[in-house]
């Protein structure tokens, strides 16, 4: 069991905001050297999970695409499709965004969205833009917690969506285990399916927080104004 120190300074390292890479990279060192593996050993497993998964470096072939569609005007597009959607406001779209990346990734569709592919190009502008139409110019400080709406909706569809889909790695990496360790009968449909209520309930809880993202984006943007005419009545008098 002293091998499960790894996730402690996981934990440890992420409730003090270090760097993700270095974090995890450091939990596998000690998680690998805890188990009894050699320097050596330890560095051929990071370099074995690397060569098996290279779809992690994909992102260096979207980025280019999705820099030249911004340079094109897809952030002026989505601003103008929100623009002609009279009823759309910023709560809602994030709404609608959850419910389709977690749609998709339980049928294994996870490069749909993506923080890179869909939500700064497309997702963020189409939030704003409906937000600015609704709430007048936005402040920086609104401005970010619109985006981390939007960031956050993109990470609990995929999430918690993935896990409804058969093939997805967890499912597989858990159901082998199992099967291995305790020699079960387990099968990547059962889990498949105790996955379904998580997501339902990841869906109606955080559709909810961002559905009630309008009403906080409109009393953060009045209260500016509330105080900038209490000032000035306040100095009316004194003149």
């Known amino acids: 069991m002293i091998v499960l120190l790894g996730i402690l300074v996981v934990v440890a390292g992420f409730a003090t905001r270090r760097n993700p890479l270095l974090v995890v990279g450091a939990a596998g060192v000690l998680t690998g050297l805890l188990g009894g593996m050699s320097p050596l050993k330890v560095l051929e497993a990071f370099g074995t999970g690397f060569a098996s998964s290279r779809s992690v470096t994909v992102f260096a072939v979207a980025l280019p695409v999705i820099g030249l569609l911004e340079r094109h005007g897809l952030q002026e597009q989505a601003r103008t499709l929100m623009n002609r959607l009279a009823r759309a406001s910023a709560g809602r ?3 609608v965004y959850l419910v389709f990346r977690q749609l998709s990734a339980a049928f294994g569709l996870t490069g749909l969205g993506g923080p890179a592919q869909a939500v700064r190009p497309m997702v963020v502008p189409m939030a704003e833009a409906a937000a600015e139409r609704r709430h007048g110019t936005l402040t920086d400080r609104a401005r970010e917690r619109l ?4 960031a956050s909706a993109d990470n609990v569809g995929l999430f918690f969506g993935e896990d409804c889909f058969l093939a997805v790695g967890s499912i597989l990496l858990i159901t082998g285990f199992v099967n291995a360790t305790y020699h079960a009968d387990l099968e990547p449909v059962q889990l498949a399916l105790w996955a379904v209520p998580t997501a ?10 961002l559905l009630r993202l309008d009403h906080t984006l409109a009393r953060d943007l009045s209260a500016p104004a509330g105080r900038a005419t209490a000032a000035v009545r306040i100095e009316e008098p004194s003149k």
């Open 147 to 150: 985006r981390s709406f939007a």
């Open 93 to 95: 779209v994030l709404a």
């Open 200 to 209: 339902v309930c990841a869906t109606l809880i955080h559709g909810a927080r």
